[in-house]
């Protein structure tokens, strides 16, 4: 027999490169504020366009959190996810309206809890729209992409007129609970108060929509139908049934961004939820699809790059996003944190 061969097993090192290419897109928003810090002249300034596109950011993650997961898990191309923002929002203002004693009110709780009120209300309101929108446009429609798109876009020019029928025509202007009305200074920035909100809820729905994800029985079967939704299947979990609580969350979650983005812009309209859909599809493809850590980090970018280069050069703010998109495209062809392939 042989000797064993004299030598002292070695392990190849990891570069610097390999070791940070996992922490690519945290590090990423990093050197974004970096960057911002450096090219904005006023710290107080920079603070100020910080906190707006962190609060921008957080609701279009909420927003496009939903539409990722259908995405990745559902492979359907759903164009009529604007609708659910724009019923969240009228829904949510209808609430508000209702409970004027409490937003008027100069009572933090008081506002709080008529703004949670309206919350829920736009929630539950637009999950039952998605079940309804799932079972009746989307579902004789899966695996037909280019139908998914006409009938989908077909639901959502129905619903704009439905909002316009029941809700009236013109722009509905809004006011901010009294309490989360103006701003409070810090280290010589303005901060508004609203903001500093929208900011703490996205980060409690990403919190909570990762320990779903991560550490629930239900989180790893939608994760592992996201990636695998055939062998899901073949262990006997009824996939289908995952794939309508999924549209539902998902219309949900942009109901609710839908309430937060009325009061940030303060005025609703019938088409709000189209024209927010471009920053959506931005934030969903450059996140990765089915990503719902991907998609939160690509909403900061977006909102971070929309409130600095809007100050620092306001012509370029329009297509700035559009840039972003491709050149993290062309670092990620797949996304930044991609959980499925290309379809």
Request: net charge positive; with cysteine.
């Amino acid at each position: 027999m042989s000797a064993a061969p004299d030598h002292t097993p070695t392990m190849a090192r990891m570069s610097l490169g390999e070791r940070l290419a996992p922490h690519a897109p945290v590090l990423l928003v990093i050197g974004l504020m970096l960057l911002g810090l450096i090219a904005i002249p006023a710290t107080s300034s920079w603070l100020t366009l910080t906190v707006s596109g962190l609060a921008m950011g957080m609701m279009i993650f909420i927003m496009a959190s939903g539409l990722t997961l259908v995405f990745g898990l559902m492979d359907v191309i759903n164009f009529g996810h604007g609708a659910f923002v724009s019923v969240g929002a009228f829904v949510g203002v209808s609430f508000l309206l209702l409970l004027e004693h409490m937003t008027g009110a100069s009572a933090l709780a008081l506002n709080l809890t008529a703004l949670m009120v309206a919350i829920v209300g736009a929630m539950a309101a637009t999950g039952l729209m998605g079940w309804a929108f799932e079972r009746v446009i989307v579902k004789p429609v899966y695996g037909h992409h280019l139908k998914q798109i006409l009938v989908t876009m077909g639901g959502l020019i129905v619903v704009e007129q439905l909002i316009i029928v029941l809700w009236g025509p013109e722009e509905i202007y809004i006011t901010r609970p009294e309490a989360l009305k103006g701003a409070i200074t810090f280290a010589g920035a303005a901060l508004e108060k609203y903001r500093l909100v929208a900011v703490a809820i996205g980060i409690v729905i990403f919190a909570a929509m990762r320990f779903v994800l991560r550490r629930t029985k239900i989180g790893l079967i939608v994760r592992a139908g996201v990636e695998n939704g055939e062998m899901v299947e073949a262990l006997g979990y009824r996939l289908r049934m995952v794939f309508i609580g999924v549209f539902i969350a998902g219309s949900a979650l942009a109901g609710l961004g839908g309430v937060l983005w009325g009061l940030y812009q303060e005025v609703i309209t019938a088409h709000m939820g189209n024209q927010t859909m471009i920053l959506v599809f931005i934030v969903v493809i450059i996140g990765g699809l089915g990503s719902v850590e991907g998609c939160f980090i690509g909403a900061l970018l977006v909102g971070l790059m929309q409130n600095y280069v809007a100050f620092l050069e306001p012509k370029a703010a329009l297509i700035s996003n559009i840039a972003l998109m491709v050149a993290i495209l062309m670092w990620r062809p797949m996304g930044m944190i991609p959980v499925v392939k290309a379809k």
